[in-house]
């Protein structure tokens, strides 16, 4: 018997219908990204005259883009403080940790469902893990 039938077999004689898991958890972004092979360093060197943009700008600032779009029309204190924070955020990891805050902030002056609904417009920057699994290849290449 392969060994995903096995792992399959003893999930549903626990009570499980299938194998995918029911939570999902956002981790944080590692706090350096991987260094570049010496290929792709070869041939970037070769390359310098050509501007272009870095991903992980781009990136940086549409998640900045959607924190602060998280906290549109709350015009406390709070949300104006936690908006200049996110705007001016330095790293995804530094906007992964304010997660919280925008939650507690929204859920405080709204609802913990509101809260949730405008979390999940953020947590899509992040990689994610089933919560309990070890990571597979497709979350270990956005972490």
């Not at 070769?46 to 943009?53: Q, T």
């Given at each position: 018997m392969s060994s995903s039938r096995l792992i399959r077999r003893l999930l549903q004689g626990r009570g499980?219908?299938?194998a995918l898991p029911s939570r999902i958890d956002v981790q944080p972004p590692a706090p350096w990204h991987a260094p570049d092979s010496v290929w792709r360093s070869v041939w970037n060197w070769?390359?310098?005259?050509?501007?272009?943009?870095p991903k992980s700008l781009?990136?940086?600032?549409?998640?900045?883009?959607?924190f602060c779009s998280a906290l549109e029309g709350l015009p406390f204190d709070d949300a104006m403080d936690l908006r200049q924070r996110g705007a001016h955020a330095r790293s995804l990891r530094e906007l992964w940790h304010l997660r919280a805050d925008l939650y507690n902030v929204?859920?405080?002056?709204?609802?913990?469902?509101?809260?949730?609904?405008?979390?999940?417009?953020?947590?899509?920057?992040?990689?994610?893990?089933?919560?309990?699994?070890?990571?597979?290849?497709?979350?270990?290449?956005?972490?």
């Open positions: 499980h219908s299938s070769l390359h310098h005259d050509k501007p272009s943009s781009r990136t940086l600032d549409l998640a900045r883009d959607d929204v859920a405080r002056h709204r609802s913990q469902s509101e809260a949730d609904r405008r979390l999940q417009a953020i947590n899509r920057h992040f990689p994610r893990r089933a919560s309990g699994n070890t990571p597979t290849s497709q979350d270990l290449r956005h972490g």
